[in-house]
């Protein structure tokens, strides 16, 4: 599990490099699995079933304009976007083929891509 969350990190890393330019990206971050200590991520609902879109919500970023991104296994790359209030916010579809159990989302900052956000959610039948 350890090895899966690593490689969804450096997978997130790259694709934030890649939405937002060069960007100096800390050899920490493949190492330690834990940086969102400044993050807080939020999914609603977390009991999901396959299909349904939920709500993920993102504050702490050094500079929210900039946006964000989740990306998880069963849903497709979200862009997240500004609220008035300083968080970012964004909707995904859970994969409508998803089987029942756990997933995560990780969420990230473009102004923070060293740090790393993650939501547990659960699909049931």
Not at 2 to 30: K, Q
């Amino acid at each position: 599990m350890r090895c899966s969350r690593t490689h969804s990190r450096i997978f997130i890393a790259a694709a934030l490099l890649a939405f937002a330019g060069p960007v100096a990206v800390s050899p920490a971050f493949a190492a330690s699995p834990a940086f969102a200590a400044s993050l807080v991520g939020t999914v609603s609902p977390a009991k999901v079933k396959a299909g349904q879109d939920v709500h993920l919500t993102l504050a702490g970023c050094s500079k929210p304009r900039e946006g964000g991104r989740a990306e998880g296994a069963l849903i497709e790359t979200v862009d997240l976007t500004l609220k008035v209030t300083g968080t970012l916010v964004g909707t995904a579809r859970i994969d409508p083929d998803a089987h029942t159990g756990e997933t995560q989302i990780h969420l990230a900052c473009v102004s923070d891509p060293d740090d790393v956000a993650t939501v547990d959610v659960t699909i049931t039948s």
